[in-house]
C-alpha cells in the first residue's frame, strides 16, 4: 500500500534514469555504496533494542579526490521504482563513509511526509540504490543487486577493495558454508568503517571477540 502510494510521488524518476542511464561513465560520481546489512540481529542503530526494520543499514563512501556534498545523495532499495527511503547530508571527504540505520531513515521520512518505511531492505534477493541529483535530473550513482544467502541474519555484504567492483561477504556474525560466490570470509560487518578484511580470519573469531567489539550482554 505505501509502495502504490509512492508511484504516484515519483512517476519523474523514470523519465529522468531513462536518460542519464545513457551517459557516459564519467558522468557518474565518486560517491558509492560499499557496505549493508539486511537482516540485522544487532542494536546496530544503538537505541537499546533490536529491530528488523529500524537495524538495517547501507554505507556508502567517498572514493574520488575530493569532498562532496551528500545532500545530493539518496537511497532506494528498488531500482526499477525507486521510492526515496533516506537523502544523505553533510559532506563526505575523500576516503569517508557514512551510515544510515533503518532508524534513522524512517525519522527522516517521517520528517519528509514519506510514510516510516525505513530502508525496507529486502531480505532476499534484493538491491540498493544510490541516486545523485543534478540539478533537475537524477542519476544513478551506484547499485548493487544482491541474492538471499549473501544477506541472510546478520550478513553483510561490502565492497573491498574500496576502488575495485569486488564484493565479498563479511559474515562473521554468521558464517556462511555454502559453495556459492562470494563465499565466507569471517570478517565482520564494519558500518561506518572502511571496509577492511586483511587482519581477520574466521578461524581468530570467537564470540568473545565480538561481544567485546559490539559491547553486546555475556549472555
Ligand atoms: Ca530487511
Ligand atoms: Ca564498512
Redesign the pocket.
Known amino acids: 500500500m505505501l509502495k502504490s502510494a509512492r508511484k504516484g510521488l515519483y512517476p519523474f524518476f523514470y523519465t529522468s534514469l531513462l536518460i542519464l542511464f545513457s551517459l557516459p561513465s564519467g558522468s557518474f560520481a565518486d560517491v558509492v555504496i560499499t557496505e549493508l546489512l539486511?537482516?540485522?540481529g544487532t542494536d546496530w542503530s544503538g537505541d537499546g533494542t533490536i529491530d528488523?526494520?529500524d537495524d538495517?543499514w547501507v554505507e556508502i563512501a567517498n572514493r574520488g579526490d575530493s569532498a562532496v556534498d551528500l545532500i545530493d545523495y539518496w537511497v532506494s532499495d528498488e531500482l526499477d521504482d525507486s521510492p526515496i527511503r533516506y537523502r544523505f547530508s553533510g559532506m563526505l571527504e575523500p576516503g569517508e563513509v557514512a551510515w544510515v540505520t533503518?532508524q534513522e531513515a524512517r525519522a527522516w521520512q517521517l520528517e519528509m511526509g514519506l510514510g516510516g518505511a525505513g530502508?525496507?531492505?529486502?531480505?532476499t534477493s534484493g538491491e540498493v540504490v544510490l541516486y545523485h541529483d543534478i540539478g533537475d535530473s537524477v542519476a544513478l550513482a551506484d547499485v548493487i543487486v544482491y541474492e538471499t544467502y549473501q544477506?541472510d541474519y546478520e550478513r553483510a555484504l561490502g565492497r573491498h577493495p574500496l576502488d575495485s567492483e569486488n564484493w565479498m561477504l563479511f559474515d562473521g556474525l554468521n558464517l556462511y558454508h555454502g559453495s556459492q560466490e562470494p563465499g565466507s570470509t569471517g570478517c565482520l560487518p564494519s558500518p561506518g568503517v572502511i571496509n577492511d578484511c586483511g587482519d581477520v580470519s574466521s578461524s581468530g573469531l570467537d564470540w568473545g571477540n565480538l561481544k567485546g567489539l559490539y559491547g553486546l550482554p555475556d549472555s
Open positions: 539486511a537482516a540485522p528488523w526494520r538495517e533503518g530502508l525496507s531492505l529486502r531480505n544477506v
